[in-house]
């Protein structure tokens, strides 16, 4: 088993900054590749963004490239998200989440991959 706590929402206007945190226990932390998801109201919950093991390899989607950066220490057994220029659009609960399987970074886009997830932390972006 594995318990994620994301910490690092609130509300922020546009153009803003936020880091999130989620910081992960139970399990060999490198072992597991960890995204980000977040869930608009009356929306989906879509992928936002990934790191390899090592975190030496990331995917971002599209909405996000150029503005997220996720990163992670396994020394500390954390996996962040640092959102820059943030937009209205960007509004949403942010989850973090851990897969244990094995395979390309670019491949860990659904979330059905994903094993365990976090209680989710709200970002509010106003204009």
């Known amino acids: 088993q594995v318990q994620l706590v994301e910490s690092g929402g609130g509300l922020v206007q546009a153009g803003g900054s936020l880091r999130l945190s989620c910081a992960a226990s139970?399990?060999?932390?490198?072992?597991?590749?960890m995204g980000w998801f977040r869930q608009a109201p009356g929306k989906e919950r879509e992928f936002v963004a990934a790191i390899s093991r090592g975190g030496l390899n990331t995917y971002y989607v599209d909405s996000v490239k150029g503005r997220f950066t996720i990163s992670r220490d396994n020394a500390k057994s954390t996996v962040y998200l640092q959102m820059n220029s943030l937009k209205p659009e960007d509004t949403a609960v942010y989850y973090c989440?851990?897969?244990?399987?094995?395979?390309?970074?670019?491949?860990?886009?659904?979330?059905?991959?994903?094993?365990?997830w976090g209680q989710g932390t709200q970002v509010t972006v106003s204009s």
């Open positions: 139970g399990r060999t932390f490198n072992s597991l590749r």
């Open positions: 989440a851990a897969c244990s399987k094995l395979g390309p970074i670019a491949t860990a886009t659904a979330s059905t991959l994903y094993d365990y």
